[in-house]
């Protein structure tokens, strides 16, 4: 397995790790602090509330697991290679809210995720592949 390979799973376990921890969060936010009216002056009984919630524990864990697999990835990988990598939550999470969430799945939506898959394999390319592409 050569380097940028390596870093390329560590970016994906990255953004599924993120992913995951979103729809965590996207759960507190709908359930626990819906009724919840936040003012900076009442940060300390947000954080409070927060605390009580084991979804907010479980989102903290993917987020770290996500900043841990992050960091291990750029290593091995080049910024901007791992950077179009990320980009594959917006297409996780619009598929996630169709399925899950029954939110609508529009044209728009589809050709997005679509656009933004090509965006982050033609970003990845061996520049080689590139080479002997324009070579003939």
């Not at 359930?31 to 009984?45: G, K, P, Q, T, Y």
């Not at 529009?106 to 390319?125: R, Y």
Request: aromatic fraction near 16%; include cysteine; charge should be positive.
């Amino acid at each position: 397995m050569t380097l940028n390979t390596k870093g390329t799973i560590y970016i994906i376990f990255c953004v599924f790790a993120n992913f995951i921890s979103q729809i965590f969060f996207n759960d507190l936010s709908k359930n626990v602090l819906a009724n919840f009216d936040f003012r900076f002056s009442r940060i300390s009984e947000l954080l409070q509330l927060l605390l009580e919630e084991k979804e907010f524990y479980f989102a903290m864990l993917f987020y770290a697991l996500s900043a841990l697999f992050w960091l291990i990835g750029i290593k091995k990988l080049a910024l901007s290679r791992a950077f179009s990598i990320t980009s594959l939550n917006y297409v996780l999470i619009t598929i996630y809210s169709f399925i899950i969430l029954t939110e609508g799945f529009t044209f728009g939506k589809v050709l997005s995720c679509i656009l933004i898959s090509l965006g982050i394999i033609i970003m990845n390319l061996d520049n080689s592949v590139i080479k002997r592409a324009t070579n003939h």
